[in-house]
């Protein structure tokens, strides 16, 4: 399985990332190194405890 994150650079320093395809799966670090191992974890851990309850009805793609 292949998904893609978006990563974000923290004010404070180090980023965050989300994986848009599974919701709610978030993580940060201090370093891309760090950021790529936590993602991976994120991801595992995401798919082991299933989709949350928490359901969208529906999904607007727009192209701007």
Do not use: Y
Not at 34 to 62: C, F, K
């Amino acid at each position: 399985m292949i998904l893609k994150a978006v990563i974000h650079p923290c004010e404070e320093g180090g980023f965050w990332a989300e994986v848009p395809s599974l919701p709610g799966c978030v993580t940060q670090a201090e370093s891309m190194e760090e950021l790529r191992s936590n993602l991976q974890e994120a991801i595992e851990l995401w798919l082991e405890a299933g989709a949350p309850e928490e359901t969208v009805d529906q999904i607007l793609e727009l192209a701007v």
